[in-house]
């Protein structure tokens, strides 16, 4: 066997499994783009096609014939279309600018100043992240109703004739920017700690003032971080659909979202144009996000230094007592308020209040509405549907989403870099957008997957696959190729590997992904609107439909109930994670 005839045989041997492995990594790549070409490209071409004709899905069935861009040219001349566009740039981009002044006055204030209680401060900064859309609407309705909110029988009571309207223009931009800031606070924290502060003191020594060096060394040289910030969170917003449906509604102020999800509940359902304002809405969103990859892929960090570097800490005497009393307020406004709004019409058997004293009078308060709810049929079949949705989402899309990132970040098999980039796409389709092309693709096909709950799951996972895919990437990363290769060596296949190490080193990560990803399916509003039937209910359409009744009682006791189910899995997610799912629940809004 050592002579040249043993030589052929282990030349034979080699190229026969050479062969095979490329067969079988063909055959996985191939698997993998059916897969996604089944959970993003075929709901995003029915929802293009849905757009370019005129038939009705449900009624007529998909025809190729009376192709035409009709759709299009019919909402780009509709007023209500161009009204709800304005409205939606008004509001994200005054959302955008508030968010930019709060998140970067914050990074500053943690990273650039002695302020006390640093700690806290940047704790606060990032609490909004974790509140459901829906959840902050409801709670700032109550606050903020021009007749019956809490803010307006406070004022009342203390003799000032200030009037709040939340239920307005304005109310939308201030809600959106203080949710949204810590968009901002995330990027812009993060390069103020990666720049070499000599750059600052070179300013300060040729004579520019604090407040100069400021606005002209400090801000320009992280402007990269601000832009990808205000352009994120401009995104997100685009997409948010529970904060202008409650703070919307009561005066018809309609957003590009509110109008799609109106357009398929008019009698007939105006199907085809839905789908063409969403086809827009999608384009909008997707220049935006490409826009932001150019902006971070740019000379975003050129400020770095080789060496290594502390952040200069600006001694701000007394006035640091003043910045970490701004940090209180914000934690008030964005926590505390809506909080205390959410549990007095909890617990208030009606939610008209007169004055202070009836505020306090404790003969208001009972357990009625709780009692309610949980009299309802549907809240337990509700709570329940969200959890198998979450559990399916959660263990589908997680396996999916470590077949996908193994193979993008642990392989060199040829077609990666296309699975790469078709399950990055859907970061670029906001939530609604998902669910009126899931809608396109599954309504009209009998027997099909409309009206049960894989539906919702499966465009959960879809529309979650990006952030998903993100936070086990950073997992992957961090496991040296050595230690797979020691396994070949010791003659381990590509499955014993993954088994024996791969997965036990990368545990930490996929379970925080999976808990991700469950709580991302619970809070989910936009896609589950077009996608559930009275028997696949889901928590969070349930307490839009108590809003939309006109119980703020039941709906504050039930979004009490989500945020403390939620508090309890996001909790546990970042024990599980170490803080690792914080940035993808920011991102998903």
């Known amino acids: 066997m050592h002579g040249p005839a043993g030589r052929r045989t282990e030349i034979t041997h080699s190229a026969s499994e050479g062969v095979r492995r490329r067969v079988w990594s063909a055959l996985w790549v191939t698997l993998l783009l059916a897969i996604l070409g089944f959970l993003v490209i075929y709901p995003v071409f029915m929802l293009l096609l849905g757009a370019l004709t005129d038939t009705n899905p449900v009624v007529d069935g998909f025809s190729l014939s009376h192709l035409s861009i009709t759709n299009f040219l019919t909402v780009l001349a509709n007023p209500n279309v161009a009204e709800a566009l304005r409205n939606t740039l008004i509001a994200c981009g005054g959302g955008t600018l508030i968010a930019v002044v709060i998140g970067l006055l914050f990074s500053w204030i943690v990273v650039r100043t002695n302020t006390p209680f640093k700690g806290f401060i940047a704790a606060a900064s990032i609490l909004p992240l974790f509140a459901p859309p829906l959840v902050a609407g409801v709670a700032w309705a109550i606050l903020g109703s021009p007749k019956t909110g809490l803010i307006n029988t406070m004022f009342k009571w203390i003799g000032l004739d200030w009037r709040v309207d939340l239920y307005s223009l304005t109310g939308l931009v201030f809600v959106f920017g203080i949710y949204y800031a810590p968009y901002v606070y995330m990027f812009t924290s993060s390069a103020l700690r ?50 202008p449906a409650v703070l919307g509604a009561p005066t018809n102020l309609a957003v590009l979202t509110t109008y799609i999800f109106k357009l398929t509940n008019w009698s007939p359902p105006l199907y085809n144009t839905a789908a063409a304002v969403a086809i827009i809405l999608m384009v909008v969103t ?238 989910e509003l936009g896609s589950s609107l077009f996608l559930y039937t009275s028997n696949t209910m889901v928590m969070s359409v349930l307490l839009l439909d108590y809003y939309e009744g006109g119980n703020i009682g039941k709906t504050a006791a039930f979004s009490i109930v989500q945020t403390i189910l939620l508090g309890v899995l996001i909790g546990g997610a970042n024990w599980l994670s170490r803080g690792a799912a914080q940035g993808s629940v920011a991102r998903t809004g």
């Open 286 to 523: 997707g220049g935006l996000v490409f826009l932001q990859q150019k902006v971070l892929s740019g000379r975003s960090y050129t400020t770095v230094a080789g060496k290594a570097f502390r952040p200069r800490s600006l001694d701000l005497g007394r006035w640091r007592w003043f910045t970490f009393g701004l940090g209180i307020v914000y934690l008030v406004i964005v926590v505390v308020l809506p909080s205390l709004a959410l549990i007095v019409a909890a617990f208030r058997k009606f939610m008209f209040i007169r004055d202070a004293a009836s505020l306090f009078d404790m003969r208001q308060y009972s357990l009625m509405h709780f009692n309610s709810i949980f009299d309802n049929p549907l809240t337990m079949r509700s709570i329940y549907n969200a959890v198998e949705v979450g559990v399916i989402t959660a263990v589908v899309g997680g396996a999916l989403a470590f077949a996908i990132g193994y193979t993008i970040h642990r392989t060199q098999v040829t077609g990666r870099r296309w699975i790469d980039l078709i399950s990055t796409v859907p970061v670029a389709i906001p939530g609604l957008v998902v669910g009126v092309a899931y809608l396109w693709a599954w309504i009209g096909v009998p027997g099909g997957l409309y009206g049960t709950i894989w539906i919702l799951a499966l465009a959960f996972i879809a529309r979650f696959m990006p952030d998903t895919v993100k936070a086990l990437s950073t997992s992957f990363l961090q496991i040296h190729r050595e230690l797979e290769e020691a396994a070949w060596v010791c003659g381990k296949g590509m499955l014993g590997t993954i088994r024996t190490i791969v997965l036990p080193l990368a545990r930490p990560g996929v379970i925080a992904s999976m808990t991700l990803l469950f709580v991302l399916a619970i809070r």
């Open 194 to 243: 990666n720049m070499d502060p000599s750059l600052e003191e070179a300013a300060e020594i040729s004579g520019a003032s604090a407040f100069a060096t400021l606005f002209s060394v400090t801000f320009p040289l992280i402007m990269p971080a601000i832009v990808s910030g205000m352009l994120l969170s401009f995104i997100v917003m685009l997409g948010i659909y529970g904060i």
